[in-house]
């Protein structure tokens, strides 16, 4: 079994720090938030969509 050599612990690592603060754009939470807010959820109901 091979393993993991420093390149691809680099490019793994590159790519959970970009997928990470992709998911901070307002883009991906904020219509959630909106529609949330609009029917008065909960923040748990809101979490859960």
Known sequence: M???TAE???TIGG????????S????HWLPF???GR???WTLSRTLLV
């Open 38 to 40: 609009a029917q008065k």
């Open 33 to 35: 938030s909106i529609v």
């Open 2 to 4: 091979e393993s993991f």
């Open 8 to 10: 691809d612990l680099s």
């Open 15 to 22: 790519i959970a720090t970009v997928s990470l603060l992709h």
């Open 24 to 27: 901070f754009i307002p883009t």
